[in-house]
């Protein structure tokens, strides 16, 4: 029995186009659909969340999906939205990659169960490895005009742009070869529906095109929009660059943090795309929300899930409890409890000094901690009249004149936090 995956993508915002038909094509019966992943990194990355949970809703609906890695299409390019070529990769990289990407997707995806709607991950290099090119082209080119393809949005667009040098033959044959992948599973997993962001609609309908011509059958395709942030800003890109799912990328902290500084408007659509909370009780976080925003119960909410849903319960624990060192209280126990990158992360962008492990380990005396050793406050002066005034805490914990700072003090046997007030922070970084 399916579930109606049509109705669940158009409420969540999640639906952009699809071929007439699809709807009542997906209500008759379990169907196998397939969605495309670029595999020239080891780690996808939250721009890659909307394809992601595309599949998890197909497979939650009682739906079979395919993750395709695109190992032979990663060695072409894909034209769509790019200005550039990409960088052509190895196949021991992309095998790498292959696999790094799987254990992603296992996070959203169900690949171990014995039933029948199980997910499957596939490479394309698999079937194009030994596909010569005057096969192809005789094969595959022969059924494909010059001029169908070159009435893609995605070749005019590239071929228009001023700045562009034009576009190679290998990214021309692009849409050819996805269209081919589209047709190999229709052809050998019976997979009969392609899906993809509203700019893959070209390389899709290529494919729906070869399984009619080629195939004798019908496929179906399937777009979700491009997703925008309201201030313009690219979704998905943080000061640092991409918002990778690989914690060693990104940290589950600033993964988290990501998400948690969303604004009202981006929350509010979000938690629609990026959670499985059912309708009514999205509805009923947005009307509280709308009574307290400053409370951030949908950014808190939506932060939480996704979280989850990329890492888990305990990395999303240790991210609260990261930025309650920063936002709440906190002690210096939970202080001690970060792992290094995290710490490196929370204190981001704050001061640091160094100071040798020799000193430490005789004690420091606060106020040239505090002063002449790390230059945070101006002089000894100073320190003392922060310290009369109670307003100095060594790793989160508040100190008098006269306290020794030593090696007890470490943090990940290597950092101590100083800090002046609420929001005034200083690292000493132990050498």
């Keep these: 029995m399916t579930a109606n995956f049509i109705r669940e993508l158009r409420w969540r915002g999640?639906?952009?186009?699809?071929?007439?038909?699809?709807?009542?094509?997906?209500?008759?019966?379990?169907?196998?659909?397939?969605v495309g992943f670029d595999p020239t990194a080891d780690s996808l990355h939250i721009g890659n969340l909307v394809p992601i949970m595309l599949l998890a809703h197909y497979q939650r609906a009682g739906h079979k999906p395919f993750a395709l890695v695109g190992g032979a299409t990663g060695m072409i390019g894909d034209p769509s939205g790019k200005s550039a070529e990409r960088n052509l990769l190895d196949e021991k990289t992309l095998k790498h990659n292959q696999e790094a990407i799987k254990s992603q997707l296992a996070q959203f995806l169900d690949f171990e169960s014995n039933t029948k709607n199980a997910a499957v991950l596939v490479n394309n290099y698999d079937w194009m490895k030994d596909f010569s090119f005057l096969d192809f082209i005789r094969d595959v080119g022969k059924h494909i005009t010059v001029n169908y393809m070159m009435a893609k949005d995605s070749v005019k667009n590239r071929i228009s742009l001023e700045s562009s040098d034009g576009m190679s033959f290998t990214e021309f044959t692009?849409?050819?070869?996805?269209?081919?992948?589209?047709?190999?599973?229709y052809k050998e997993h019976q997979c009969t529906l392609q899906m993809g962001g509203s700019d893959q609609w070209g390389n899709i309908t290529t494919g729906t095109e070869l399984i009619r011509r080629?195939?004798?059958?019908?496929?179906?395709?399937?777009?979700?929009?491009?997703?925008?942030?309201?201030?313009?800003?690219?979704?998905?890109?943080?000061?640092?660059?991409?918002?990778?799912?690989?914690?060693?990328?990104?940290?589950?902290?600033?993964?988290?943090?990501?998400?948690?500084?969303?604004?009202?408007?981006d929350a509010e659509?979000?938690?629609?795309?990026?959670?499985?909370?059912?309708?009514?009780?999205?509805?009923?976080?947005?009307?509280?929300?709308?009574?307290?925003?400053?409370?951030?119960?949908?950014?808190?909410?939506?932060?939480?899930?996704?979280?989850?849903?990329?890492?888990?319960?305990?990395?999303?624990?240790?991210?609260?409890?990261?930025?309650?060192?920063?936002?709440?209280?906190?002690?210096?126990?939970?202080?001690?409890?970060?792992d290094?990158?995290?710490?490196?992360?929370?204190?981001?962008?704050?001061?640091?000094?160094?100071?040798?492990?020799?000193?430490?380990?005789?004690?420091?005396?606060?106020?040239?901690?505090?002063?002449?050793?790390?230059?945070?406050?101006?002089?000894?002066?100073?320190?003392?009249?922060?310290?009369?005034?109670?307003?100095?805490?060594?790793?989160?914990?508040?100190?008098?004149?006269?306290?020794?700072?030593?090696?007890?003090?470490?943090?990940?046997?290597?950092?101590?936090?100083?800090?002046?007030?609420?929001?005034?922070?200083?690292?000493?970084?132990?050498?």
């Design 269 to 338: 659509k979000y938690i629609k795309i990026f959670t499985f909370l059912a309708k009514d009780e999205i509805e009923n976080l947005v009307a509280d929300h709308a009574k307290a925003p400053h409370q951030r119960i949908l950014q808190k909410k939506l932060a939480d899930e996704i979280t989850i849903l990329a890492h888990s319960q305990e990395d999303l624990d240790n991210a609260i409890k990261a930025s309650n060192i920063l936002f709440g209280k906190s002690t210096s126990d939970d202080l001690k409890g970060l």
């Design 174 to 185: 692009y849409q050819l070869v996805q269209g081919y992948d589209f047709l190999h599973l």
């Design 214 to 265: 080629i195939g004798g059958g019908k496929g179906y395709a399937l777009t979700c929009p491009l997703i925008t942030k309201s201030d313009g800003s690219k979704f998905g890109k943080s000061e640092g660059g991409n918002v990778w799912l690989d914690a060693k990328r990104t940290s589950p902290y600033k993964f988290y943090q990501y998400w948690l500084n969303t604004s009202d408007i």
């Design 14 to 34: 999640m639906l952009h186009d699809t071929m007439p038909g699809t709807e009542e094509y997906l209500m008759e019966q379990m169907r196998a659909a397939y």
């Design 340 to 431: 290094e990158a995290t710490f490196l992360d929370v204190f981001d962008g704050v001061p640091q000094a160094e100071v040798s492990r020799t000193i430490i380990n005789e004690g420091l005396d606060v106020i040239g901690a505090l002063a002449e050793k790390t230059g945070f406050l101006k002089s000894n002066g100073e320190a003392r009249r922060a310290l009369k005034e109670n307003s100095i805490a060594v790793n989160k914990e508040k100190v008098k004149e006269g306290y020794m700072i030593g090696h007890t003090d470490l943090i990940n046997d290597m950092f101590i936090l100083l800090q002046r007030g609420k929001r005034n922070y200083f690292v000493i970084r132990v050498v």
